[in-house]
């Protein structure tokens, strides 16, 4: 799946040194990293900066080059007196993959080879395997889809994803099990803890032998059984009773178990793939969750961000699912009103929420042209601002400041609020016996200045402000 040949858009900060540029550049030339020096033609996924004293400017520098993380950069440290321990820390934050101090012995193999494993984890990421899966390209997601896919495709070990419901835990664990690397490997075993009745937890893990207990017709391989050689994805692990987290860790660190009602020892072997809504510490501290298990299941960490710290991917993941919904030969459309609706709402059920109503919005949609806002089912539209219960808000107030600001008297004030004569009349239909109770002061001062205001108007005008004297 990786492919060679990825361009490497080399920085040179002001800071270093012309004698070790040249030095850099030659080097890494001749380790097959394929720079671009200067100006940056086309959207580039790695990147190196080369500098020779840490600043503010340069972590400034680090932040607008790294575009928000989408960048992996490698900051390179032309000698060890440039940066030391605690400024190494400041460049991370600021964007920084990683941090190096050049070596012109080890110095082009150590950066040639995190450019070979960035670049072949970045294919991974955006091959059409991920994209069409596990959609966006927000800063917080693509850090996300990045782990996922080293933890999957380098290591074998065991994995703990964390999040809130609706994140996409279970495809996260399934991205993990597609890419592993092993040999022969077998199938992914979903289990959800939540589902688990402590009664028969033995059975769902262990699996039984016929006439173990009551109901057991005949023998059943459990979850441990089925996934080896491929793996076994907890979901909710957290709700797992606690007499089976005990047996669980022995099955971890032993590779063996028993059937319920068997005296024979069975091997197994398996990747770990674990999911929770909850904080396992937190559960540690209040005595419901083993911390030895915690250890061993948090080999990696991966937490899935919620959808309010991605709300860049709410336009992808609309498109994805309303394709889904309507079929892939389909193309549907949204109103601008609703994208905006869309983007701008919560979510507290996050991703699986948003799928949800996409396809409420898609089964209500008939005939061509885009969605629409009467698409949107009545319980998910938005309530409708409650008009100020004071006529008088922050809008009116703001008007009278800067008019004075802008030189108006208490004069012109007055003379101008007195066009409350012209509104009332018209929203009267010209009655001046209504207008006058609308405005609370008497018809004769009504009619005062309505006169006053005809008389600083040009004739054509007269008409506009007329009443109809019928009172």
């Given at each position: 799946m990786p492919s060679n040949g990825h361009k490497v858009h080399l920085t040179i900060d002001e800071s270093a040194s012309a004698e070790r540029r040249a030095t850099v550049i030659e080097a890494l030339k001749r380790s097959k990293v394929d720079l671009v020096i200067g100006q940056r033609g086309t959207e580039l996924r790695i990147g190196i900066l080369l500098f020779g004293r840490t600043s503010p400017q340069l972590s400034e520098r680090l932040r607008q080059l790294s575009d928000n993380g989408?960048?992996?950069?490698?900051?390179?440290?032309?000698?060890?007196?440039?940066i030391s321990g605690r400024n190494t820390w400041e460049l991370l934050a600021a964007g920084a993959a990683d941090v190096l101090v050049w070596d012109d012995a080890a110095g082009?193999?150590?950066v040639a080879a995190r450019v070979r494993r960035w670049t072949e984890i970045d294919d991974v990421v955006d091959s059409p395997l991920v994209r069409n899966n596990l959609v966006g390209r927000s800063p917080a997601w693509l850090a996300t889809l990045r782990q996922l896919v080293e933890v999957a495709y380098c290591t074998d070990e065991a994995v703990l994803l964390v999040g809130e419901s609706g994140t996409g835990k279970e495809l996260a664990a399934k991205l993990i099990h597609t890419l592993d690397r092993r040999g022969n490997k077998g199938e992914l075993v979903?289990?959800?803890?939540?589902?688990v009745v402590p009664e028969l937890s033995g059975s769902e893990l262990f699996g039984h032998e016929r006439g173990a207990f009551t109901g057991a017709i005949a023998t059943r391989d459990g979850a441990f059984a089925l996934a080896d050689g491929g793996s076994l994805f907890l979901d909710e692990v957290g709700d797992l009773p606690a007499t089976m987290q005990a047996e669980l860790l022995r099955v971890i660190q032993e590779k063996t178990y028993k059937r319920v009602g068997s005296n024979v020892w069975k091997r197994t072997s398996f990747r770990l793939i674990c999911a929770t809504n909850r904080d396992?510490?937190?559960?540690q501290a209040a005595?419901?969750?083993?911390?030895?298990?915690?250890?061993?299941?948090?080999?990696?960490v991966c937490v899935l961000p919620p959808l309010r710290e991605r709300t860049e991917d709410v336009a992808a993941l609309t498109d994805h699912f309303a394709r889904q919904k309507a079929g892939a030969e389909e193309t549907i459309a949204f109103e601008p009103t609703v994208r905006d609706f869309l983007a701008g709402r919560a979510y507290p059920g996050n991703v699986r929420e948003l799928q949800q109503l996409v396809a409420r919005m898609v089964?209500?949609?008939?005939?061509?042209?885009?969605?629409?806002?009467?698409?949107?089912?009545?319980s998910d539209r938005p309530v409708p601002t409650a008009p100020p219960a004071h006529w008088r808000d922050d809008g009116f107030d703001r008007a009278i400041q800067q008019a004075v600001a802008r030189g108006a008297t208490y004069e012109n004030l007055v003379a101008a609020a007195r066009t409350a004569a012209a509104v009332g009349l018209l929203r009267e239909d010209d009655d001046t016996q209504r207008a006058a109770d609308r405005l609370g002061v008497r018809r004769r001062t009504l009619q005062l200045w309505l006169k006053e205001m005809r008389d600083k108007i040009e004739p054509s005008g007269q008409d506009a402000l007329s009443g109809d004297g019928r009172h």
């Open positions: 989408r960048t992996r950069l490698l900051a390179l440290a032309e000698h060890s007196g440039a082009p193999s150590r979903v289990l959800d803890c939540t589902t396992l510490r937190v559960e005595g419901r969750f083993r911390s030895d298990l915690y250890h061993r299941l948090a080999t990696w089964a209500r949609h008939v005939g061509p042209g885009p969605i629409t806002v009467g698409d949107i089912p009545p």
